[in-house]
């Protein structure tokens, strides 16, 4: 079996286009002299020419190899239209500035004459243009449309990704690759990772594992890890919800629905994120104050609760069983709804400033929650009574109380909980209200405070990142800081999260990226 060079070259074209590498595919296009010329759909390419859809043509044929006449043909006929809408801009930009008008220009400089004086006209709200007949349009649209669908063609999408992984799947047929299902592959060098990301303890984050990028004034507002298979979600502002492989830092397409481009979405934008505890199902909270559990598998909604809380969602954690959700908000009430009724079943008082966190503790009979206003407090999750009021960070007596933004509990101490407050220092009480441990930074360091914290997965350590980004690790055994801290990025990192079964950990920024960072 032979296989054409240019069809190597249109399926690295193919793959430049979807990812939006114009640049590259234009430079592959001129040196090579392989064009691409591909549209998803001609029956569709031929409808958006029809109906006037004139952005989506443009964009399918600004970088394909299509005769000069036809192109001229089209532009003309865009450029009249938009003349009759009095959409002058526009008009001028794509007749002045486009190659095809130019060659028009050159070429037939009395054709291209009238096409300036119809925009004059135009200009002056002069309602005698050309093609102002419906009929008349609608055929040179026709016309145009017929002659300009003979240059497209149409293939399936991602064909060099998808013959990659037929071949992969191949070599492992033939137990070539140690590849299994669940593996993610190093394609460039050939092989499987020789090792697995679990380990029988935890080990400090310390190199980058992949990195999540996110489209231009687009970035996440939460983060999570499921306990099950490779993914992490993430909720933005614009309300949707993704699912990632952490592995390889790309959306999980093994989601049948976001592989076919849906995405679950929240009217409002997304403010806190979690799984739960077996893996199967995702809350979601938002800014207008509604909640929603979605079911990871298929995308759709298990369960709404469209009043959750005034305002910003804070935070959502599951209980230890699944069956309820804890919430808290900018209201600074915290509430525990029912998974199967979808009713709220407790609400808890006290806090006079937003919760900016909250879990389940002590086997599900606590709840401990924080607070803008400083205030770490325990209370009975059967009784909604609070129990403990501690105020940490006041030791030196400052009058200025930081305020608390993190509770975590830690794997293997069912009766204990690591608070993070805005200082260098954190705290580990019992559900008793006593103070444990304390975790600070010891010597003289360029930070100010830490702004996100989680415990590893078998307890051992804490992570914390400061306000410059400094990533730390904390022996919660010892309460002594590891010998070793990394800079995890250049912007102010704002959350972290820690896998829950691996040494995994990923942090969000303002950058519009997710650095996920793992052990060596």
Not at 132 to 151: C, F, M, N, T, V
Not at 254 to 262: F, I, R
Not at 434 to 461: D, H, P, Q
Not at 463 to 471: C, F, G, N, P, Q
């Amino acid at each position: 079996m032979n296989v054409e060079s240019a069809d190597i070259i249109r399926l690295i074209e193919q793959f430049l286009k979807e990812h939006n590498l114009y640049k590259t595919l234009d430079t592959l296009q001129s040196e090579s002299g392989v064009t691409l010329n591909t549209v998803e759909s001609v029956d569709s390419f031929k409808d958006d020419i029809v109906n006037g859809r004139w952005d989506v043509v443009l964009r399918n044929v600004e970088h394909a190899n299509i005769p000069h006449s036809k192109l001229i043909d089209l532009y003309e006929q865009i450029v009249i239209e938009l003349a009759e809408l009095q959409d002058i801009g526009p008009a001028r930009a794509l007749l002045r500035q486009t190659e095809p008008m130019e060659i028009l220009r050159n070429k037939q400089p009395d054709r291209y004459l009238k096409l300036e004086q119809l925009l004059t006209r135009a200009t002056h709200q002069d309602t005698n243009i050309i093609h102002s007949d419906k009929s008349a349009r609608e055929s040179r649209r026709l016309e145009i449309a017929q002659k300009l669908a003979g240059e497209v063609t149409t293939v399936p999408p991602s064909r060099l990704l998808t013959l990659l992984g037929q071949a992969i799947k191949w070599q492992h047929t033939q137990g070539g690759s140690g590849v299994t299902k669940d593996t993610s592959f190093n394609l460039f060098h050939g092989e499987a990772p020789t090792r697995s990301l679990d380990s029988a303890e935890d080990k400090m984050p310390e190199k980058l594992l992949a990195t999540v990028k996110f489209p231009k004034k687009q970035h996440p507002n939460a983060l999570a890890f499921s306990v099950k298979g490779n993914y992490m979600a993430s909720g933005s502002g614009d309300g949707f919800i993704e699912v990632w492989n952490f592995m390889t830092g790309k959306l999980a397409a093994d989601l049948p629905y976001q592989a076919e481009g849906s995405l679950m979405m929240m009217e409002g934008a997304i403010t806190s994120l979690t799984f739960s505890h077996s893996g199967d199902l995702i809350c979601s909270g938002a800014k207008d104050g509604k909640m929603k559990v979605w079911k990871l598998k298929s995308g759709s909604s298990y369960k709404k609760l469209s009043a959750a809380h005034r305002g910003d969602v804070t935070c959502v954690c599951f209980s230890d069983d699944d069956s309820q959700v804890l919430s808290g908000g900018v209201d600074g009430i915290l509430r525990i709804h029912g998974l199967k009724s979808g009713s709220m079943l407790k609400e808890f008082h006290g806090h006079s400033a937003s919760a900016t966190d909250a879990a389940f503790v002590g086997n599900m009979r606590f709840v401990v929650s924080t607070s803008e206003d400083g205030h770490v407090r325990i209370w009975d999750a059967s009784t909604a009574a609070c129990l403990h009021d501690i105020i940490p960070g006041t030791e030196s007596g400052d009058l200025i109380i930081p305020s608390a933004h993190k509770v975590m509990v830690v794997p293997g101490r069912p009766d204990s909980f690591i608070v993070c407050i805005r200082s260098l220092t954190m705290y580990m009480f019992s559900t008793s209200g006593r103070l444990e441990k304390t975790f600070a930074v010891s010597g003289k360091v360029e930070c100010n405070e830490f702004l996100a914290a989680a415990v590893m997965s078998k307890g051992k350590y804490i992570l914390a990142v400061s306000d410059k980004s400094i990533l730390y690790g904390f022996d919660i055994e010892t309460g002594l800081a590891l010998e070793t801290s990394h800079k995890i990025g250049d912007d102010e990192i704002i959350g972290m999260v820690a896998h829950p079964s691996l040494n995994v950990a990923a942090f969000f920024a303002n950058d519009r990226h997710i650095p996920i960072w793992t052990s060596r």
